[in-house]
């Protein structure tokens, strides 16, 4: 088989699980699903099913670089790329893709969310044989989630024929849908969840930049010219310049051919507390909440606390109740996703040191 | 006028207060009504309007001695009174009421409970001022607070024949009533809340607890034939040995001329997180919350962090929340009692240091 290298994009900063997560250690750094291992540590973990672990390149944020490494010590620090400043998915991924040329240019290529959870691991490391498999035909392919919901949330791939037993032409890429939308393209069984996971030659990719985002094409040249030692002074040079643009909207959306490999192997974006919750162990009464905790007709929460504090909840339902040293967050289940409210108004305020 | 003593019961070990309220912190030394004044300074502050303050009396438990005296610096030590160990009010009070026989047997007394809240404190003077000359008659005296809301959590004093323009002769003691008679007692007008106020000469409950509780009486006998020098070790050698009775059941309810002088000056007994929400200052949508929180969408909260911390409630109504530095409690407000069943929960678990 081609040898197969993994990008995982690990540069988030999201503010949906805030005050768990921060700034300086967000969403990809926290063990999110259960146990002790960071959402980020689980994503290289199960990569190296298809890649040798110095085949994994992680890029993040110069800010979180440390910490990156930090969680991943059976990886090269050099496999761990840091942007001197956030331009999305599109820089981050061609500068990957550019490393690995320089290795091999018709290397596959996956590239993960970093902060995603996967169920059933085994599945999923089929799936992404798969998919890497059809990548090495020349071919940009995707994974699509097959719908469980009629979820708003998520932008939306319709298939069109099929390319094989596994995979079909994507037939176009949709925007997160309204509710009614939602549900017809649940009800319609062709669409599937964009998982943002996308599979190629790393050669491919860079002809795709070259054509649709010749800027970042340009200096992706310049990386593939110079000696290795010059890499660090063109992205801080670079980077400040580059365009402020997503891989989907700036290079998916615009080549013609795109596969899909439709896929059902338990996903979860874990994009707020109430999927934390969801994946989370769970008691009789569906409580989520940390060892000694004192439930008293307690329901449906999830509690989160420094360890050794004492969390007693007492008569209180579907509640998200998360503390920190600094700082302590009560808010519904079903408005979880508001707590970007909080962090918005803490950086009205400029209270840094919270966010 | 007689020279009038205040005997303040400070030895509570309330629970309803957790976490913020612990056994060695309980409700008295806590600023629960706002601001940053211990309950207990407020009362003995309230008592020097009618008692200098050497004449004012603080009864407590050797564990909680040296906190108390901590929290009321303009008080002579050895005005504190500790004891061994907790033997309810009638043993409380006897003792304090020995040491005040000890220095005027004629003297007035008033015996207040130290965690109170007053709203109208010129009025309770008058009132308190009122209770004292009645007490100087002869009779043992208690204020009764003119009911507002059919409560079921309090005792209540049934008013007889009047005996001047400002008292009555109680006509008896009733335990905690049920709804239903919570809403006659309120519908009769001649029932009056029980404040556990009490006034007397320290010569007049002397007697009445040499005649209701002999057993106290006669080592109140010893205290007052004893040299000074030896009240710390008669006290030591007998509180162990001395019945667990209130001054209620020990003494008021047998001692036939009992005056009960009806009082409104805006009295909390401040039973829990409910009283406090109501007593302290809120915003707009009746949160009161830290300095700094963030509320969006919140409502009728009552929230409490430690200095520094932030507190962010989102969509959340009712909701009581008490952050400290080891310890979270959640609790809807119209259930805020039961956190004496976390208390009860951590007590079988053998988690003293949460309690």
């Known amino acids: ?101 320089r290795v091999d240019p018709d290397a596959v290529c996956a590239v993960l969310p970093a902060d995603h959870h996967i169920a059933d691991e085994d599945e999923y490391a089929r799936v992404l044989s798969v998919a890497l498999d059809a990548a090495a035909h020349g071919d940009i392919v995707t994974v699509g989630i097959r719908p469980s919901r009629p979820e708003t949330g998520y932008g939306y791939i319709e298939m069109g024929e099929p390319l094989g037993p596994e995979a079909h032409r994507a037939r176009r890429f949709v925007e997160k849908p309204n509710r009614q939308r939602a549900e017809q393209f649940l009800a319609a069984g062709t669409f599937l969840w964009n998982s943002g996971m996308f599979f190629f030659r790393a050669r491919t990719m860079l002809d795709a930049i070259r054509a649709h985002l010749p800027g970042l094409g340009a200096t992706l040249d310049r990386l593939l010219a110079a000696s290795p030692g010059d890499e660090a002074r063109i992205i801080r040079e670079a980077y400040p310049t580059l365009p402020d643009v997503s891989i989907d909207h700036g290079v998916m959306e615009k080549v013609r051919d795109v596969t899909v490999v439709p896929a059902d192997f338990g996903w979860s974006d874990l994009g707020g507390f109430a999927s934390a919750w969801e994946l989370a162990e769970r008691d009789a009464r569906d409580n989520s909440a940390p060892e000694g905790a004192v439930l008293v007709d307690a329901e449906g929460c999830f509690a989160r606390a420094p360890e050794g504090k004492l969390v007693a909840l007492v008569g209180v339902r579907d ?28 950086r009205e305020r400029g209270e840094e040191e919270h966010l």
């Open 1 to 101: 088989m081609t040898r197969a290298f993994t990008i995982v994009m690990a540069g988030g900063s999201g503010t949906r699980f805030w005050p768990l997560s921060r700034a300086h250690r967000p969403k990809q750094l926290l063990p999110l699903a259960g146990g002790t291992e960071p959402l980020l540590a689980s994503t290289v973990r199960r990569a190296t099913r298809v890649s040798a672990p110095e085949d994994v390149l992680v890029v993040t944020s110069e800010r979180l670089s440390a910490a990156t490494r930090a969680v991943l010590p059976g990886l090269p620090a050099e496999n761990v790329l840091a942007e001197p400043i956030g331009r999305n998915t599109a820089p981050c991924i061609g500068w990957a893709a550019s490393r690995i040329a």
């Open 319 to 346: 509640l998200v109740v998360i503390d920190t040293e600094d700082a302590l967050l009560v808010v519904p289940r079903d408005r979880a996703q508001d707590v970007k409210k909080v962090v918005d108004a803490l």
